[in-house]
């Protein structure tokens, strides 16, 4: 399937998506408002039944009661009448429980003396029930004998009456996640595709060329010229063991990865004094370095310290650092090798960092580049050779020692690849 396919049908994904949430949303929220306004209709209702059973009471003409909302969950009732607080209490609890109306409230009543609103008692249909928090109401002016009742869990009282909205909205968040998830899932498969594919034409590449070069040896040797001249055939004998050392070598890479893949990586570890190590792989690496006009550097701390590692993964570990920095080196490549030692007596921490002043990474790739197959994007040319498998065993070895890599890289700047472990002085250095 084409990029610009997918493309298209991730954003027709996502907008249906969308739309969908909208939709639902609206819904609810239609269907919360409808709720409020029954809520209303019911509170009103009551109220007014409460207002009349109030006037018959004090044996008064019963009027039209005014009963007026001073906002979503506060209501005033004038009943131009003396109210007696215990008669209130019990008309009100009356009143709403006929109407299915059990929820939390509070009410007080105006008094006239001292011109403010007197709070009467907080009720809740819960045992030992008490207010989250007591709040004067409000007087309102337009009206004397009056009461006011204040609802202060309205929300939560309208939303629990909407389960069944809830429980659609919730079954609809699921097959988002779902759908999501799903759709993930199709592009992780696109990309390891992708990574798969790229991997077959690298090794296909790599594995091509010591097979064409012993063929065409091969061929020299069959040639009845050849055979007459030894130095010939023992050059043309050193060619063929040369490539195939390296088939064997790319073909172990591949091995290799495949039995860190199923098997439970088992290490060695024993104490190793670093900087010896260090200088060895320089050593036999300097070499290489020269053969392509550059120079290896050592900066290594003044003090030995020693580690608690697999010596031959260590020495994998360094090898491809130092492989990768020749790969994708500047026409000159200074390569440098650097440990410090950082953190107190009790925590000291080994810094060990490959330097070098090559092509760089963009920093879109640095996230992916320990990523197994992964390589850096070079269309089609194959000036640098590798399978992708080199960064991930790294990362896998500094992963089951417990170590942590980092890597600081900006493009046609070099980069740095930086190993802490936790690390000790040697006995002489302490």
């Known amino acids: 399937?084409?990029?610009?396919?997918?493309?298209?049908?991730?954003?027709?994904?996502?907008?249906?998506?969308?739309?969908?949430?909208?939709?639902?949303?609206?819904?609810?929220?239609?269907?919360?408002?409808?709720?409020?306004?029954?809520?209303?209709?019911?509170?009103?209702?009551?109220?007014?039944?409460?207002?009349?059973?109030?006037?018959?009471?004090?044996?008064?003409?019963?009027?039209?009661?005014?009963?007026?909302?001073?906002?979503?969950?506060?209501?005033?009732?004038?009943?131009?009448?003396?109210?007696?607080?215990?008669?209130?209490?019990?008309?009100?609890?009356?009143?709403?429980?006929?109407?299915?109306?059990?929820?939390?409230?509070?009410?007080?009543?105006?008094?006239?003396?001292?011109?403010?609103?007197?709070?009467?008692?907080?009720?809740?249909?819960?045992?030992?029930?008490?207010?989250?928090?007591?709040?004067?109401?409000?007087?309102?002016?337009?009206?004397?004998?009056?009461?006011?009742?204040?609802?202060?869990?309205?929300?939560?009282?309208?939303?629990?009456?909407?389960?069944?909205?809830?429980?659609?909205?919730?079954?609809?968040?699921?097959?988002?996640?779902?759908?999501?998830?799903?759709?993930?899932?199709?592009?992780?498969?696109?990309?390891?595709?992708?990574?798969?594919?790229?991997?077959?034409?690298?090794?296909?590449?790599?594995?091509?060329?010591?097979?064409?070069?012993?063929?065409?040896?091969?061929?020299?040797?069959?040639?009845?010229?050849?055979?007459?001249?030894?130095?010939?055939?023992?050059?043309?004998?050193?060619?063929?063991?040369?490539e195939n050392a390296r088939l064997q070598t790319q073909i172990e890479k591949v091995l290799q990865s495949a039995r860190m893949d199923k098997e439970k990586l088992e290490l060695q570890k024993e104490e190793l004094v670093l900087r010896p190590l260090l200088e060895d792989i320089a050593t036999n690496f300097e070499l290489k370095t020269k053969n392509a006009g550059g120079s290896l550097q050592l900066r290594l701390a003044p003090k030995e310290v020693s580690i608690w590692a697999d010596p031959n993964h260590l020495i994998n570990v360094v090898g491809n650092l130092l492989d990768n920095a020749l790969k994708y080196a500047a026409p000159h490549p200074q390569i440098v090798i650097i440990t410090e030692v950082i953190g107190n007596t009790k925590k000291k921490k080994l810094h060990l960092s490959i330097q070098d002043n090559g092509i760089g990474i963009k920093k879109e790739h640095q996230k992916k580049i320990f990523d197994k197959f992964f390589r850096v994007p070079t269309g089609n040319i194959h000036n640098v050779k590798g399978f992708g498998l080199g960064l991930d065993y790294v990362r896998q070895i500094v992963q089951a020692h417990g170590w942590k890599i980092s890597l600081e890289s900006e493009s046609d700047k070099g980069s740095t690849f930086r190993v802490v472990m936790p690390t000790r002085l040697t006995a002489k250095d302490q």
């Open 1 to 242: 399937m084409q990029r610009r396919t997918i493309r298209l049908i991730i954003a027709l994904a996502v907008f249906s998506i969308a739309g969908i949430i909208v939709t639902q949303v609206y819904w609810v929220q239609r269907a919360f408002d409808m709720k409020s306004k029954q809520f209303h209709q019911t509170i009103h209702v009551a109220l007014r039944d409460v207002a009349q059973q109030i006037a018959r009471i004090n044996q008064h003409t019963v009027k039209p009661v005014a009963i007026t909302q001073l906002s979503s969950d506060y209501f005033v009732v004038n009943v131009n009448d003396v109210i007696d607080t215990n008669v209130l209490e019990h008309l009100l609890k009356t009143a709403f429980s006929k109407r299915g109306l059990f929820m939390e409230y509070e009410y007080g009543i105006y008094d006239c003396s001292t011109d403010k609103m007197v709070y009467g008692n907080y009720i809740s249909s819960k045992a030992n029930a008490q207010p989250n928090r007591r709040v004067n109401l409000p007087k309102y002016d337009d009206y004397i004998y009056y009461f006011g009742v204040r609802f202060p869990n309205k929300t939560s009282y309208l939303a629990s009456q909407m389960d069944i909205w809830i429980f659609l909205s919730l079954i609809l968040v699921v097959v988002i996640l779902f759908f999501g998830y799903t759709l993930f899932a199709i592009l992780k498969q696109k990309r390891l595709s992708e990574v798969q594919r790229d991997f077959i034409n690298n090794m296909t590449h790599e594995l091509k060329t010591p097979i064409s070069t012993i063929a065409i040896t091969a061929d020299l040797l069959t040639n009845p010229q050849i055979l007459d001249k030894k130095d010939s055939l023992i050059n043309y004998a050193h060619i063929i063991k040369n």
